[in-house]
């Protein structure tokens, strides 16, 4: 990646460093240190809502904050609220603080979602589905405003009303039926909006095709607010290429919406076969992680971390899994080993995360103005000088002015 | 096909025969002969052109009328206007009117696409393209208003922005990445709307994903009128099959609108490649008709024209093409062989519509108060009795009572 590929992740920022007393602290040594990233890279949390709840223990908490900066949280409706009227409120919360604690950004996923729909629903009216699913969404949405800002409000529209992928049908999919696409889109977007107006809801589906694009045009001419385009892409059946993801972020960077590639997984182990149309049909009893796949999902993480970082439009990459423990669909998707080892592909991600896109602690030295010319990855910094330290933020490209006192952090 | 299938397809008419005096015409025989379908039953009318400008003769004509009752007219507008402001409009008026005459109703196609888009149009400005294509729109639809009653508005606008299998970008498929799906389909529409409003407007597609559910139920949210949805169905990589056919039209019809399955195409020779993406990529020197690919086609275009008419959402079907001869693809789709003879094919759909869909002429007898009870297929029927002749039109599925004068016809 050259550098110039990069220039939209980073920013110039001219530092004048003022003493308690106001007065520039001119020609003297500072010292910078890159605190956290603006871009979201970010990771399935599910492990750790019963560490964060202390129902059990995990040793990967480590390696998980690592490199990750946000957590996304489990909201499936059947396992939130098995039984109507008892949502498992607390201990999501719970994980959230827990996340939050540890300096990480939340996201809820999803909202709106015709898998994993509670049985109860089943033989509801229509009527009823939805005001029930309006409700959901509100007391979600609310009930997290406090440390939740990222949703995805729907999960998967493009199929919801077609999806047939199951013997008994689900209430969500003949909610989207009878009302629409759109109609349903609305309904998520403008019961979490009204819940929480500051957050961010993301429209996300798995469908790269043509299809995905004409559901995006037609929420956008009727009026509904998306705040981003969430792309899946589980890779189980082998890695898009650098090619066809810069053509997919082309596509749908026309509609000039950030884009959050929400569901990431590169396999060390076999592919799945091209001809699984549903990927959870794919039901094997053993998926192995193999070094050869391992070394290659270590180059494809990288070769894939770097093309979406390359696309301006990319503000968040939400990789699926941690661990090949539990693993969807039990495939080798992990960075680590189901023994807890970290695999090529972690290391690899974690040089990209923290070496190579991340400002090495810097001794700058002020001029007799007091000033030092930052220049780094877009996040946080913290800057010390004389025993005393700052925090500074670079928050885009190109160049400001920030006066900071010491001592203020 | 059992007849309850077909219920959707007839009327019963409770006749009373007057006489030219007022008077009931009791107890008389009235012989009953169908005219017409109200259903369309279509093919192209392209090859027909030249003849209806006697510039060619053919053979064809009587095997075309014969079983066709609803003909295409080409406006693709490279062909139709190859120098800016020559466009071919007199020839296809005659040819439009020499089909009229001929007892046919007659559609254009296509009044908006990326293929066949002039090359004048390619270095235009994106405004100008625009405004060209408005006015084209306009000038066509208003100077063929007295004889051309259905137009496909728009062709295939689900691929039209990300068109890509050219060599030199046509302008159409930059109006439509730039404006975006809907808004381009608001502009054929508006623009043909505001020159015929009479006219039937169809959204025509080849696109049977999800693609065209959600461009679908975009512009219904968008609030742009359709009058029928068109479904191409070139079967060139093979039958599409009862089951798959009755699912397509499912999804289809829950919108409410008509639907024309616009574009009909089955074999009587080896298949296209399942491989092949785009069919017009599949060039080769010789696909020539079998004897055993002739039964296969005449058993399929049977079982495919039950299997529409048995959905009460079709109104229309064109086949596309007569003959071999001169056939898109060179591919032997016709029902007449390049020699002019007909395929079993041929004869199988002219059993279908003019036989079992068709009232044989029919003798009843009026009872006291001069009534006969007439039930037959949707369509325009001549009565005969004592030497004078009324027309009847059995419009709709139920009963009514038509008071009809001897010798108004």
Known sequence: MTAAQLDHRTGDVLVTLLDVDGQPLRDRDVLVEQRSHAFS??????????????????????????????ATLPFYWSDFEPQRGRPDTKRLHRAAEWFTRHGCRVKGHPLLWHTLAPDWLREMPTDEVEATVRARIRREVAHFADVMHTWDAINEAVIMPVFANEQHPNAITRLARERGRIAIVRLAFEEARAANPAATLVLNDFDMSTAYECLI?????????????????????????????????????RYGLPIHMTETT???GHLMPPEIDDLNDYQIPSWPSTPEG????????????????????????????????????????????????????????????????????????TDDAGRVAVRGFLGDYQLSCAGRT????IGGPGEAVTTLEKGTR
């Open 294 to 365: 391992e070394e290659r999902q270590a180059d494809e993480i990288v070769r894939h971390y770097r093309t979406l970082l390359s696309h301006p439009s990319v503000q968040a990459i939400t990789y699926w899994g941690l661990t090949d423990d539990g693993a969807w669909l039990g495939a080798p998707c992990g960075l680590v080993r189901a023994d807890g080892t970290p695999k090529p592909g972690y290391d690899a991600l974690r040089r990209l995360v923290k070496e190579e896109w991340w400002l090495p602690p810097t001794t700058l030295r």
């Open 266 to 268: 590169l396999l060390s």
């Open 217 to 253: 045009e037609g929420v956008l001419e009727a009026g509904i607010k998306i705040d981003a385009l969430g792309l899946q892409s589980h890779m189980h059946q082998g890695y898009w290429g650098e090619e066809k993801t810069l053509a997919i972020l082309e596509r749908f960077s």
């Open 41 to 70: 890279f970010g990771n399935i949390g599910f492990d750790f809502v019963p560490v964060a709840n202390e129902e059990t223990a995990s040793d990967l908490a480590g390696l998980w904050f690592d490199v990750f900066n946000t």
């Open 390 to 393: 700052a925090s500074l933020t």
